[in-house]
């Protein structure tokens, strides 16, 4: 007979996978970036997210390129520059990889009008490989 189990998830479709600790779940929910009450990037109409990356079929090997730019409509670059390394707007150290974590905490944070549509951000990038 299987036993049943109670897993939880987050409520702001993160991509995290679920648990079944219900309190670490919340602790999660309460820092989430999808969370509008953190007032990320993620989820303010200002934000500006690139994520892209193509190959290079004329290099020996055959290598991928991939990049990421993160930044702000509202706020000037210098001034996003410099909130971003302010550890007031950020509560997470900036990760080893190129990847560059959302400002959380933000003043100037709006809601996005329409959610995020789910492909956006969260997509992989996906290219043809030219090589044989
Ligand atoms: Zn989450």
Redesign the pocket.
């Known amino acids: 007979m299987p036993v049943e189990t109670t897993k939880y998830l987050?409520q702001?479709k993160?991509g995290?996978k679920c648990v079944s600790n219900k309190k670490a779940m919340e602790t999660?929910?309460s820092t989430?970036w999808?969370?509008p009450s953190v007032k990320s990037c993620s989820t303010c109409k200002h934000e500006i997210y690139e994520h892209d990356g193509c190959d290079h079929p004329e290099l020996a090997g055959c290598p991928s390129e991939e990049w990421m730019n993160r930044s702000c409509k509202k706020v000037e670059s210098s001034l996003f520059d410099k909130m971003m390394n302010m550890k007031h707007y950020r509560p997470y150290e900036k990760p080893e990889n190129f990847h560059i974590y959302p400002i959380v905490g933000c003043p100037f944070w709006e809601a996005k009008l329409s959610e995020r549509n789910a492909e956006k951000g969260t997509k992989s990038v996906e290219r043809e490989k030219h090589c044989i």
């Open positions: 987050c702001f993160c995290k999660h929910e989430c999808k969370n």
